[in-house]
């Protein structure tokens, strides 16, 4: 299967085959070389074998049914994805219980000069413990954004802050976090969201996380946003958050939800790279835990040469 470089209906559907690329806010800068094909969308035609351990069949993974791309269905209506949510929120609060005990000296938050390949991280000291969570699907899911762009429409920044708005009540909460913020506050952490929602839609987004029983959050204590002091980059505010913390964990759905170092990397290999540096690649489940989102962000992108290797080809013997 060849990527589509350019939008086209999909025979048969009015969904395009590809669309520009959807960063959110929180889902790191914006990349403007290279078309990004919505994962989900790129399986459009491909015939997916099942593994070893499975029956022995094939199953065709449709682009989209009824206008939804398979990241859809999978992000917001599968019990997989649910399943490993909840997954994510065990594990973490697991890891935060035994952080507690060992009393760390280091918090997980990287301390400014260290970069990917050579980490340090901000101490401890005796400051008391939090955790820093991103919001938008990591601790909540936008149904209503997500149903309404499910057509096919490519993202538009003045549709989401007016989603930020309006949209809350159609928000619902990940599986597993309730449970989690509830588990984490009663070890005595306090929960800290660190989101690119707009701080000027700071009342709004607190209604939806009180709503979503994930609050509470303060603006300013519990709740840092995008202002025009920050913009997009959250390293500012992580290091405000832990110099006051020390943060014991964190949780996010893209990579800049942890650092805004990952945002230097452009291509898929070195996205991956960055992921399994040595000093990376230990702080996942162990201190970093990422949330699914096959739906949009920095993930969702590269060729075909770029997402498989060349020795990787392979086709049945004629
Ligand atoms: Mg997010």
């Known amino acids: 299967m060849t990527p589509v470089s350019h939008p086209g209906p999909v025979p048969g559907s009015t969904v395009p085959r590809t669309r520009r690329p959807r960063y959110r806010p929180d889902g790191g800068p914006r990349h403007r070389a290279g078309v990004t ?56 609060v697991a890891y935060v219980s035994q952080a507690l005990r060992a009393r760390s000296r280091d918090g997980v938050v990287l301390a400014e000069g260290a970069t990917l390949a050579a980490t340090r991280f901000e101490p401890c000291g005796g400051k008391p413990a939090a955790v820093v969570f991103d919001v938008d699907e990591t601790v909540a899911l936008n149904l209503g954004f997500e149903r309404d762009a499910a057509g096919g429409r490519a993202y538009e920044a003045a549709r989401w802050r007016a989603y930020e708005i309006t949209g809350g009540t159609t928000a619902r909460a990940v599986p597993g976090a309730v449970e989690a913020m509830r588990q984490l506050r009663a070890m005595g952490v306090t929960v800290v969201f660190n989101s690119n929602r707009s701080a000027a839609n700071a009342p709004a987004t607190v209604a ?111």
């Open 37 to 92: 094909v919505v994962a989900a969308l790129a399986l459009s035609g491909c015939v997916v074998a099942v593994g070893n351990d499975a029956p022995a069949r094939v199953v065709t993974a449709p682009a989209t049914v009824d206008g939804v791309p398979a990241g859809m269905q999978y992000l917001y209506g599968s019990g997989e994805a649910a399943a490993g949510s909840q997954q994510v929120w065990r594990g973490l």
């Open 208 to 318: 939806m996380l009180d709503r979503l029983e994930l609050g509470p959050a303060r603006v300013g204590e519990t709740l840092y946003l995008s202002d025009a002091a920050t913009g997009s980059a959250k390293d500012p505010r992580r290091a405000a958050i832990a110099a006051r913390y020390c943060v014991v964990a964190m949780g996010g759905d893209q990579l800049g939800d942890f650092s805004d170092l990952f945002n230097a990397g452009q291509t898929p290999a070195e996205r991956r790279a960055q992921a399994q540096a040595p000093g990376i690649a230990r702080l996942w489940g162990a201190g970093w835990f990422v949330l699914p989102n096959p739906v949009y962000g920095t993930a969702l992108k590269g060729r075909l040469d770029e997402v498989f290797p060349a020795d990787s080809a392979w086709a049945p013997e004629p």
